[in-house]
């Protein structure tokens, strides 16, 4: 079976632009998590949307948005970049809602790297 | 922010050695799971254990939880060059509102020598 996929691998933009960042869960999870992973830290949880709703949100600002499609793909959107956004962002997905009880696992994809200038 | 931190930052150590590595929280938790990351790529899952469980073993793997201690510590036995990696604990809190997002400490950089 395939694992999660992320698309771009690799991707530069510079201060003010916008981005686009897709993931493809594994095939029967509903729900996808994003995560920021900055240099040297671990990652920071952005959004969680499970059947198309968003169900958790991060301490980040509303420059970062994102949706669920019916296949249960997801897509991340951030406006207005700053230097600071720049980090290797990951999808993960899960079967379930809730991470609590039971070996409701997350597997993560392999993460876009988004370099500002 | 970050949930907790792991101790030492980084650690190099010989082939063969033992590696551990220590995890601490900050809040209530319904379990604790090891992550490992090979070069800033994706998240691999190593083992869970529940706040109800103290002690977990997978392979070479072993993982202690101390719920008075908030703390947690991962044991690499035997290690191989190719554990070289990030290690990262993530926790679950257990408030059900919240259990729906991972919550990473900042990892320890292991390194093992060939």
């Known amino acids: 079976d395939a694992g999660v996929t992320q698309s771009p691998t690799h991707l530069i933009k510079t201060r003010g632009q916008q981005v686009t960042l897709r993931c493809s869960p594994i095939?029967?999870?509903?729900?996808v998590s994003w995560y920021q992973q900055v240099l040297g830290q671990g990652p920071q949880f952005i959004f969680q949307y499970y059947e198309k709703e968003e169900r958790g949100r991060g301490n980040f600002p509303d420059r970062f948005s994102a949706r669920q499609f019916p296949n249960y793909s997801s897509e991340l959107n951030v406006n207005a970049l700053l230097l600071g956004d720049s980090a290797l962002y990951l999808c993960?997905?899960?079967?379930?809602?809730?991470?609590?009880?039971?070996?409701?696992?997350?597997?993560f994809g392999p993460g876009t790297r988004l370099t500002v200038l | 922010s970050q949930q907790g931190e792991e101790d030492p930052q980084a650690l190099s150590i010989q082939e063969g050695e033992n590696a551990t590595m220590n995890c601490s929280y900050k809040?209530?938790?319904?379990?604790l799971q090891w992550y490992r990351q090979n070069s800033g790529r994706g998240l691999v899952h190593l083992i869970l254990i529940r706040s109800n469980e103290r002690e977990k073993h997978s392979g070479r793997l072993r993982v202690t939880l101390d719920t008075s201690k908030k703390s947690s510590s991962l044991l690499i036995t035997a290690s191989r060059a190719a554990d070289t990696a990030s290690y990262f604990c993530?926790?679950?809190?257990?408030?059900?509102?919240?259990?729906?997002?991972?919550?990473f400490g900042s990892g320890t950089q292991l390194t093992v020598l060939p």
């Open positions: 993530a926790t679950v809190p257990s408030s059900s509102g919240s259990a729906r997002q991972l919550t």
């Open positions: 809040t209530s938790i319904n379990n």
């Open positions: 993960a997905s899960s079967r379930r809602r809730g991470l609590a009880g039971g070996l409701n696992e997350q597997f």
């Open positions: 095939s029967g999870h509903k729900s």
